[in-house]
């Protein structure tokens, strides 16, 4: 069985690019069931066979680069070490694919124009404060305005709801109070993290962004919301150079 993927509009020759969603694999309640974790005491079996389906999805022999994420902006070649520590990796080597683990923070895809640097970044608001889409285009080392970005699915901004404290972190440093609106809560905001990852990007020089209009909360059939749920599976959103 092949799980379902949502992909990028781009169709960049030569590089394929998708994120997964909660659909096509065999864990059981609460992962049901294409969950992509291993950190969620899923039963490690299912993860694997859930991993081995999104490999047989992606060119053959490619490798997944996978992280462990900590919320903050490291951002490191891909294939170099194994589980490092950070939030964002990136490729220039055909068949070493880029890939973060996501159930409601932002995943962001990123490619040069010409297919020969890719990227994935896990931006949740810690992430985005902490500049990870920034180091990420730092370290693809290509000219911004060559580069794509798309943004997949992650919580939407009738769903996240955030603190004074988030809303403030983030105006302090930047122009992006049009993000937050007042929530139902009193003192509470909803944010909308696809309009600051724009703004971090763009800031960045990268203009040409898609993607942004999909909810990991309010869509439950299609997709893991850990805020929604609690215990549960993650989605992996994935992009490589073909062999």
């Not at 949502?6 to 960049?12: A, D, M, S, V």
């Not at 905001?189 to 993290?193: P, T």
């Not at 020089?205 to 993607?211: A, K, S, W």
């Given at each position: 069985?092949?799980?379902p ?8 020759p030569?590089?394929t690019?998708?994120?997964?969603t909660?659909?096509g694999?065999v864990?059981a309640a609460p992962?049901?069931?294409f969950?992509l974790?291993?950190h969620?005491?899923d039963e490690p ?6 991993r081995?389906?999104?490999?047989s999805?992606l ?11 900590v919320h ?5 070649r891909?294939?170099e ?7 964002a990796?990136?490729?220039d080597?055909?068949?070493i694919?880029?890939?973060?683990l996501?159930?409601?923070?932002l ?5 040069s124009e010409?297919?020969k640097?890719?990227?994935a970044?896990?931006?949740g608001?810690r ?7 920034e180091a990420t285009?730092?370290?693809?080392d290509v000219?911004p305005m060559r580069l794509?970005a798309?943004?997949?699915?992650a919580?939407?901004?009738d769903?996240f709801e955030?603190g ?6 983030f105006i302090?440093s930047?122009?992006v109070?049009?993000?937050f ?5 009193p003192?509470k ?5 696809y309009q ?8 960045s ?7 942004g209009?999909?909810?990991s909360?309010?869509e439950?059939?299609?997709f893991?919301?850990?805020r929604?749920?609690?215990r549960?599976g ?6 490589v150079?073909n062999?």
């Open positions: 069985m092949t799980p993927f949502i992909e990028p509009g781009w169709h960049l030569g590089v690019a998708l994120s997964t909660r659909v694999g864990s992962f049901a069931s969950n974790g291993h969620v005491d079996g299912a993860v694997t066979v859930n081995n389906r999104l490999l999805a060119p053959a022999d490619t490798q997944i680069q996978w992280l462990q994420q903050g902006s490291n951002a490191v891909a294939g070490k194994l589980y490092p520590e950070a939030d990796c990136w490729s080597q055909p068949g694919a880029c890939a973060v996501t159930a409601d923070c995943p962001v895809l990123l490619a010409d297919g640097v890719v990227a970044a896990h931006a608001w992430g985005l404060l902490a500049g990870v889409l285009v730092a370290a693809m000219d794509m798309w943004m997949g699915p919580i939407g901004p769903a955030v004074p404290e988030v809303r403030a972190a302090d930047a122009p109070g049009s993000a609106v007042p929530g139902a809560q003192g905001y909803l944010a909308n993290i600051l990852a724009r703004y971090r990007l763009a800031q020089g990268v203009n040409r962004i898609q993607g209009n999909r909810c909360y309010t439950s059939d299609q893991f919301s850990y929604r749920d609690g549960t993650r989605m992996a959103s994935v992009i150079i062999p």
